[in-house]
């Protein structure tokens, strides 16, 4: 009973999530299209001041040169690319991912957003590398929202029991869907899922986040695309669980193989290379 009243309010909180802004959602619009310009997202972040200074920011605290100065917003956005000014504008409009409010177990929202990352900056990667046509800042935009719906329970779950916190939070970490839905009658992919919906994000990107756990269970259009994104989610938990071949071998749905061929080998390439990015881009965020 307690379980269908958590079940209730959560999916509640999440068709009740403030909306993005305009701007956030007209960028991930753009973005959308494998077609648009780059000149288009200059343009859209030239019109939301908040978003500049951001963007002005990161890029100069990217570069880190105290000698060449980026101050113009075309150069900007250049140099740091639509994805991160996509995980900016994201950062900015969606309060779960700022981790502000107090909680017992409020520093793992920091760890969620370091995870979001790590999974869009590993999707990328694997999307560079499938050869498939997929839209790179797609893939990008994908990992960053793939989890949302853990923000969004760890916020519902703010004033329950540290014990709760506590067992929810282990879910997380440990990937056990079952197990959510054993405490809570729901799981983050529907709670995300629903969040997509009343935002009215891309159909891809609600796909991503439906069925990043379960990708043979996504619309056939939609699976090559989940299925990076699942791969991607794979290789920052293989990052964050210090790569232990253990963890290797039981948590990759192999159904990726009839998208696109990649060893063990080249993903394990694919995540250094990420780590490497997202060590770059981490510290400044
Ligand atoms: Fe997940
Ligand atoms: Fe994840």
């Excluded at 839209?135 to 990008?140: H, R």
């Excluded at 009839?258 to 063990?264: G, K, T, Y």
Aim: charged fraction near 25%; glycine fraction near 4%.
């Amino acid at each position: 009973m307690a379980q269908e009243i958590m079940r209730r309010e959560i999916l509640e909180s999440a068709r009740k999530m403030p909306r993005l802004s305009g701007n956030t959602t007209h960028l991930l619009e753009l973005i959308s299209r494998s077609d648009y310009d780059i000149q288009e997202v200059i343009d859209l972040v030239r019109h939301d001041s908040t978003l500049t200074f951001r963007v002005l920011m990161m890029a100069n605290s990217v570069a880190m040169s105290g000698i060449i100065q980026i101050s113009s917003i075309d150069r900007a956005v250049l140099y740091l690319g639509s994805r991160i000014v996509v995980a900016i504008a994201l950062k900015e409009a969606a309060p779960h991912f700022q981790g502000k409010k107090q909680g017992c177990c409020t520093p793992r929202l920091e760890e969620l957003w370091a995870h979001d990352l790590r999974t869009a900056i590993a999707s990328r990667e694997v999307a560079r590398a499938s050869e498939l046509e997929i839209n790179t800042d797609m893939a990008f935009t994908a990992g960053l929202l793939h989890d949302f719906g853990k923000a969004v329970i760890s916020e519902y779950l703010l004033d329950k029991s540290p014990d709760l916190q506590e067992r929810i939070q282990d879910c997380f970490f440990v990937r056990s869907l079952e197990k959510e839905r054993e405490l809570l009658g729901t799981d983050h992919s529907r709670v995300g899922h629903i969040v997509a919906q009343s935002w009215g994000l891309p159909g891809s990107l609600e796909m991503c986040i439906r069925h990043h756990h379960e990708p043979l269970d996504a619309p056939k259009a939609y699976q090559p695309l989940v299925h990076i994104v699942h791969v991607g989610d794979f290789l920052a938990r293989f990052s964050e669980n210090g790569r232990e071949d253990e963890f290797l071998q039981y948590s990759l749905d192999n159904g990726f193989q009839n998208f696109f061929r990649m060893s063990l080998d080249e993903l394990a390439i694919i995540s250094l290379r990420s780590d490497e990015e997202f060590n770059r881009v981490s510290r400044v965020f």
